[in-house]
């Protein structure tokens, strides 16, 4: 299947700075890549739908002045966490399809980015 | 409104069989998957239902019923391995996907 590249895996930062997060497509391109945030024993929450060449779409509730989300090229995504707080700790996850994979709309997961704030 | 439902725990032995459930509702559907994810990683595609019936794939099955709103995921010959979050999720009228909160399946010896 499909290779989605997330990194860094783990990131530690103090309270007050920024985090980018990066989000490649291996072996396909994307033109839409999703960040997720799952926190401890929940699901998935939907943050944005990233868009190559456009704005993203953010999801209800989510501030779009802290979450930077970057579409540069059909093979990454940036999400940057800005003046990142404790509540900000989370498990970061990017998605993507492969629009060469079938009609299915399977969604190919990055490792995902455990980030603690101090 | 759009919502989905799934048990948030099950407890299950080595070597035997669990069926974990999921329903929905919703007015616009395109298909439910099942993933799989081991605690501190990102989830693994399991299976795609978008017809009615039973999608087997080695020791897992998954079963759709349309009409009913109804999912199930089925594991045989557990192992230990199969210790993880399962979640389910279907895609609405707008092909984005609604997630469940996963069911934890713990595997006991």
New interface residues.
């Given amino acids: 299947?499909a290779v989605v590249s997330?990194h860094p895996s783990w990131v530690i930062c103090k309270s007050g700075t920024s985090v980018k997060i990066e989000c490649r497509s291996l072996d396909f391109q994307a033109t839409t890549m999703f960040w997720y945030r799952q926190f401890p024993?929940?699901?998935?929450?939907?943050m944005a739908t990233s868009n190559e060449g456009s704005k993203a779409t953010y999801e209800q509730g989510v501030e779009k002045d802290k979450f930077l989300i970057n579409h540069a090229s059909l093979t990454l995504s940036t999400l940057t966490v800005t003046s990142a707080h404790p509540e900000d700790s989370s498990?970061y996850?990017c998605?993507a399809r492969d629009p060469t994979s079938g009609d299915?709309?399977?969604?190919?997961?990055?490792?995902?980015s455990?980030l603690t704030v101090l | 409104g759009q919502n989905i439902d799934q048990p948030t725990e099950m407890t299950a032995t080595e070597g035997a069989i669990v069926q974990i459930n999921c329903t929905y509702q919703t007015s616009g559907f395109n298909g439910l998957f099942w993933y799989q994810q081991h605690a501190g990683e990102a989830p693994t595609f399991l299976s795609y239902n978008v017809l009615d019936g039973l999608e087997e794939k080695g020791r897992f099955s998954s079963f759709l019923s349309r009409s009913k709103g109804y999912s199930y995921l089925l594991l045989k010959e557990l192992q230990m391995k199969d210790s993880a979050s399962y979640l389910c999720a279907f895609k609405d009228s707008n092909y984005q996907l609604i997630w469940g909160a996963g069911t934890k399946l713990i595997i006991k010896p």
């Fill in positions: 299947g997330q024993k929940q699901s998935l929450m939907l498990f996850i998605s299915t709309g399977e969604l190919f997961f990055g490792e995902g455990r």
